[in-house]
């Protein structure tokens, strides 16, 4: 199976424990995790995956096609979760994929 082909849940949290635990808990049911310690550093995943096409954003080759999930820290140090959130309401990508807090 390709990458692109298998939904990828994002875990948002500046807790090792909580990341570790909770993609521990995603590969058990064999679904795929990637781990962000902060807002930034998810952002910062996110633009350096979409591309401007002049037609709106697309994703770059190595996006994962399937709808995947966001799970969401509400607080952290530096940007929030919910400051993350209002910023992925805007770009559309909450629209895409479901959030969960």
């Known amino acids: 199976m390709n990458f692109t082909d298998t939904p990828t849940v994002f875990i948002v949290d500046d807790d090792a424990s909580v990341r570790e635990g909770m993609a ?3 590969r058990t049911r064999r679904l795929l995790s990637e781990t962000f310690e902060s807002a930034e ?5 996110l633009q350096s995956n979409f591309q ?3 037609n709106g954003p697309s994703v770059g080759q190595h996006w ?3 709808a995947a999930c966001i799970l969401l820290d509400v607080r952290m140090p530096g940007m929030s979760g919910l400051a993350l ?3 992925l309401l805007s ?3 909450a629209q895409a994929w479901p959030v969960i807090f």
Do not use: R, Y
């Open 52 to 54: 401007d096409t002049g």
């Open 64 to 66: 994962p096609q399937q």
């Open 85 to 87: 959130f209002e910023q």
């Open 41 to 45: 550093s998810f952002l910062s995943m």
């Open 24 to 26: 521990w808990l995603l």
């Open 91 to 93: 770009s559309g990508v």
